[in-house]
């Protein structure tokens, strides 16, 4: 069983600080990229950052520069460092993973549960 467990979420007034991590647990072979998603009340879910499995990093417009996604290979983890935080990155954030169960398998994508960031005025 996969699972991907985050944490890290929380209240925090505008122009603060979270950082956000993902942990990945399960029988698996290879991660290969992950990511950071987020959902806020009435609007569809919509990519946050990506991370590929050498390192290379995509961000959406309206994060760049504030937030900074890193993982480490070896531990299975990811993390979202979100600065200058703003009351429109307020939302339910997932963290996503395209894992191989086996060498002969294709990657499939695993979510996590969501945690709640919420940004105040």
């Known amino acids: 069983q996969v699972q991907l467990v985050e944490s890290g979420g929380g209240l925090v007034q505008a122009g603060g600080s979270l950082r956000l991590s993902c942990a990945v647990s399960?029988?698996?072979?290879?991660?290969?990229?992950m990511g950071w998603y987020r959902q806020a009340p009435g609007k569809r879910r919509e990519l946050v950052a990506t991370?590929?499995?050498?390192?290379?990093?995509n961000y959406a417009d309206s994060v760049k520069g504030r937030f900074t996604i890193s993982r480490d290979n070896a531990k299975n983890t990811m993390s979202l460092q979100m600065n200058s935080l703003k009351p429109e990155d307020t939302a339910v954030y997932y963290c996503?993973?395209?894992?191989?169960?086996?060498?002969?398998?294709?990657?499939?994508?695993?979510w996590g549960q969501g945690t709640q960031v919420t940004v105040s005025s």
């Open positions: 991370i590929a499995s050498e390192g290379s990093t």
């Open positions: 996503s993973a395209a894992l191989r169960r086996t060498i002969a398998a294709f990657p499939d994508d695993y």
């Open positions: 399960g029988s698996i072979f290879s991660i290969d990229a």
